[in-house]
């Protein structure tokens, strides 16, 4: 049994439920974003479209939407759309286990000691004084919600995202994992060199029985400086065999721990970019003849994923390698498992996210975006090796481009710039947006990123804007592993159907509500990917809000515009 399946405060597994004190903490002197619910939940909506029943949540939403035709004369025509739709999400969480790839990484450690610091509120003396520990930089735990308005004083009303519906407390998982270290936890963490020493010590006796269970380990991969730390490896070079030992850990994993459900998310080291092949990974069919063949475009990730796929149990992608090929895509759509990706947006993606669409918004014409990044620990080692660094650049890149494509007056359209120069042209006009990571071993943990936008303003202006940005990077990225944990594990026990009649089915595999969280979002083949942030936040908080029956709250304050 994993030892953070040794709860102190048994049978309370969700955050609508109310333990009782046996550290002798009050909860009053719990960090709020740490805190419980009331039981039985913060919020009730009295509706016609929303029932509580003894197993869930039943409620009727309408999809409003518009159909925009471009005429032959170049006007447009716009009809409004109404879908209607019913959702069902059972209220009981029960035992959920988180499962780590990279468990003895610095994300993984951090993440692992951030979680029984919260359980057993382990506070700790800094410089400053003493600290609580918390899930600050957790959307679900630490932002909140615009729920409406108080009748009485007509000021809006605010609630945690985690209120919205029944949602695993993160101090509940039960986490393990996988690593090609065979360090246990303590000395993991104090490898990674992520948190303050008088925490660490105080958490040592807690993590220094976890051991990683071993993991699988393909050279070609990862950058040839990982070498040194591979000493815990599942043997041989068949992947098939590596699939079903995968396969059986979370098997056992779940049966030891007695849990509900797992969750299994990729923290591990960035891989190169696999290619895509006709016959090898095009299809399901080929993927798993590629995995018996021992195929050498099979990635470590892919194969997680392909066993958490075939296990049902999430699966998502923290790294920007392209773990999800066509195959394993399709194989997720068959069985009807959910898979999201890629790459955590932690800090200067999630910044370029939202500053690029502001100038775009304000009519601002960015004609260049330059980042610089160096940090020191073992991801920005692993980065160091060139085809590791292109899939975090190919990841990174990006994420400007739906926002530059919402502006055709700004930016010439591909059509545009095909009739201008009488030649086909695929993409249409684009910032000019370089990335560039460097390793620097004596800044550790703690990365630098310079980013410098240039953009053209009235009548042939020129503006510089220079940002500097100096963070921890695992105490980014902890929160989002929550977040990501705690949200595909909601989705899980979220069902719905079309009208009011027929049969309820689980949303669609790939889950796009994760995008806030993700640097290169992956979306339903077919659909745009969406990277401006505002919009990303704005799906899911209207996602959590149809399946309590709210419609999605605006801006328009309609009622303070008129008499």
């Avoid at 003895?104 to 359980?119: P, R």
């Avoid at 955590?344 to 601002?364: D, H, M, P, R």
């Avoid at 400007?400 to 009488?422: F, H, Q, R, S």
């Avoid at 159907?497 to 969280?517: A, F, K, T």
Wanted: aromatic share 6%.
């Amino acid at each position: 049994m994993s030892p953070t399946a040794l709860d102190p405060t048994p049978g309370h597994t969700d955050s609508f439920s109310l333990p009782s004190s046996t550290t002798g903490v009050d909860q009053i002197k719990v960090h709020p974003s740490a805190r419980r619910s009331p039981e039985g939940g913060l919020i009730k909506v009295e509706s016609d479209s929303t029932v509580y029943e003894e197993e869930g949540i039943r409620a009727k939403f309408t999809d409003r939407g518009a159909e925009v035709v471009k005429g032959a004369d170049g006007k447009l025509t716009v009809k409004k759309t109404e879908k209607n739709f019913e959702f069902f999400t059972k209220s009981k969480v029960g035992r959920v286990g988180l499962l780590l790839v990279g468990l003895g990484g610095n994300n993984g450690t951090t993440v692992l000691a951030t979680h029984l610091a919260n359980k057993h509120n382990v506070s700790w003396r800094t410089k400053n004084g003493v600290q609580q520990p918390n899930y600050i930089g957790s959307v679900v735990r630490a932002s909140t919600v615009r729920l409406g308005v108080d009748p009485e004083t007509g000021k809006d009303v605010f609630v945690p995202i985690s209120d919205m519906l029944p949602m695993v407390h993160p101090n509940d998982f039960v986490i393990g994992g996988w690593d090609i270290s065979a360090l246990p936890m303590d000395k993991a963490m104090l490898r990674a060199k992520v948190l303050e020493w008088d925490l660490q010590r105080q958490l040592i006796p807690l993590m220094e029985d976890v051991k990683p269970m071993p993991s699988i380990y393909y050279p070609d991969f990862i950058a040839a400086n990982q070498a040194d730390r591979a000493d815990n490896l599942i043997p041989g070079d068949d992947k098939a065999a590596h699939l079903e030992h995968i396969r059986a850990d979370i098997r056992q994993f779940k049966a030891d721990n007695q849990l509900d459900s797992v969750v299994v998310l990729w923290t591990a080291n960035t891989e190169r970019y696999a290619d895509i092949i006709p016959g090898i990974n095009d299809t399901a069919e080929n993927l798993l003849k590629a995995v018996e063949s021992s195929h050498d475009e099979v990635s470590p990730s892919t194969v997680f994923a392909i066993a958490s796929i075939l296990e049902g149990v999430p699966f998502i992608n923290g790294s920007p390698q392209n773990t999800f090929v066509p195959g394993c895509i399709e194989l997720a759509e068959k069985h009807k498992t959910f898979i999201g990706g890629d790459d955590f947006k932690s800090g200067q993606t999630k910044v370029k996210s939202v500053l690029a669409e502001f100038l775009v918004n304000a009519g601002i014409k960015p004609l260049s975006i330059s980042s610089y990044n160096h940090l020191g620990n073992n991801d920005g080692k692993n980065l160091s090796s060139q085809r590791q660094f292109r899939s975090k650049e190919i990841s990174k890149s990006s994420v400007v481009d739906d926002m530059v494509a919402a502006n055709p007056i700004l930016y010439k359209t591909a059509a545009d710039l095909t009739k201008e120069t009488g030649e086909v042209v695929k993409k249409g006009e684009h910032p000019d947006h370089i990335v560039v990571i460097k390793h620097v071993p004596a800044v550790g943990d703690s990365k630098r990123a310079i980013d410098e936008y240039y953009s053209e303003l009235l009548m042939g202006g020129r503006n510089v804007m220079n940002i500097f940005n100096e963070c921890e990077d695992s105490l980014l990225a902890t929160p989002l592993i929550f977040d990501l944990a705690i949200l595909a594990e909601l989705l899980t026990r979220v069902t719905y159907r079309e009208g009011s009649s027929g049969e309820y089915q689980p949303l669609y595999s790939v889950l796009s509500l994760l995008s806030y969280m993700l640097k290169a979002p992956l979306v339903k083949p077919g659909t745009d990917v969406v990277n401006s942030l505002n919009r990303q936040r704005n799906a899911l908080e209207q996602f959590l809000k149809a399946c309590i029956g709210l419609e999605g709250s605006t801006d328009l304050l309609l009622n303070t515009r008129v008499w």
